[in-house]
């Protein structure tokens, strides 16, 4: 057996190249989760330099100097962002605060219904499951309020935090632009010369990565966009706050849209009934979801990696338990990273034996 590991391990690892892309690999997941939270706004200010990096090459190609890309591109990302603190998140910020006030008005209202149901229909359920069962959600809606209550106590730091990202993530962003062929020339300087694996990896990566992340924040602004306008036709209470959980739910595939669905009908039934709003909001819900998944998903990533539904759903449970949000977030790009690795090491294992034999 250890005859096995060592010829294994030798096939695979006699070219340093591989020891150091192990290494990389290792030294990185180690870093993340030993910093991963301080390193928040870091990542942030690397995602967000990707983006804005893409429309300046963007306009670089249409013979626009870098200079004037690059202010006209931060100037704009300075703008989004001052309208996501100043009208966008109080927004939601109120909304969230009179939907927690209202909660236990739903639960009450919840309640009657359901101790209306064994009434109407007794063949189905009787009223000692229904006891059982509304004990249980008591118990639930009071650990739900602890919970609550202590999340409240903890909020100060937590917004504490969130200002000095708001600092400092602008500040990263302009140096990782600004300073972008000289930190890109440092870390290449600290790689050996001869690369062919990490730069087939890499050159199998930019361009997935890139078509992911900047495709992702456009479905997300769509759908988020689409669903609140249909929200606020329909006088939907919170309409805002439920807009951006559905526009966030798309960085979940498949399992997002189901989720996020179930606030949705929750809040639109216990605002209207069982009525023809509550019918039109649902149909109108589910109806946004068919341009998202038959129309944005193949136009914003047709140069993904085709990777089977079981794999994207493993990736998302796997990196997401690791690294929460941006787990999720980029459970793709990573899996699209681990398939690149199977399909680029290989290949430069038999490029090196043919080198050798010649």
Not at 76 to 84: A, K, P, R, S
Not at 184 to 204: D, F, H, M, Q, T
Not at 233 to 262: E, F, K, Q
Not at 287 to 298: E, N, R
Request: overall charge neutral; glycine content about 6%.
């Amino acid at each position: 057996m250890f005859g096995t590991i060592r010829k294994w391990a030798n096939h695979y690892f006699q070219d340093e190249e591989a020891v150091l892309l192990v290494a990389l690999i290792v030294g990185f997941m180690v870093v993340v989760a030993a910093l991963g939270q301080v390193l928040v706004p870091f990542f942030a200010s690397v995602v967000v330099a990707y983006l804005l990096q893409g429309v300046i090459g963007s306009l670089e190609k249409r013979k626009v100097p870098y200079w004037i890309a690059f202010s006209t591109c931060y100037v704009l990302f300075l703008g989004v962002l001052t309208v996501l603190i100043f009208l966008v998140l109080p927004l939601v910020w109120n909304q969230l605060t009179h939907l927690f006030n209202a909660l236990p008005n739903m639960f009450h209202k919840g309640q009657a219904i359901l101790l209306q149901f064994p009434v109407d229909h007794p063949d189905l359920l009787s009223a000692q499951q229904l006891h059982d069962w509304v004990e249980l959600g008591k118990s639930e809606v009071g650990a739900f309020g602890q919970k609550l209550l202590s999340f409240s106590f903890t909020l100060l730091p937590n917004v504490v935090s969130i200002l000095v990202y708001l600092v400092l993530v602008p500040v990263l962003v302009f140096f990782l632009l600004k300073d972008k062929v000289y930190l890109v020339g440092w870390l290449a300087a600290r790689l050996p010369k001869r690369r062919p694996l990490l730069n087939s990896i890499w050159a199998e990566m930019d361009q997935q990565l890139s078509n992911y992340v900047r495709g992702k924040v456009i479905e997300i602004v769509i759908t988020g966009a689409a669903s609140f306008v249909l929200f606020v036709s329909l006088d939907l209470n919170y309409a805002a706050l439920l807009a951006l959980l559905v526009g966030l739910s798309v960085v979940v595939p498949y399992i997002g849209v189901a989720i996020v669905t179930v606030p949705v009908a929750l809040i639109g039934y216990f605002q209207w009934g069982a009525t023809d709003l509550f019918a039109y909001l649902m149909i109108g819900h589910l109806i946004l979801q068919i341009p998202d998944g038959y129309v944005l998903v193949p136009l914003l990533f047709s140069e993904a990696v085709n990777l089977h539904p079981v794999g994207i759903i493993l990736a998302v449970l796997v990196f997401g338990s690791f690294w929460g949000f941006w787990g999720v977030f980029f459970a793709i790009p990573l899996a699209t990273f681990v398939k690149a690795i199977m399909t680029s090491w290989p290949r430069a294992i038999k490029q090196v034996h043919q080198e050798g034999v010649t």
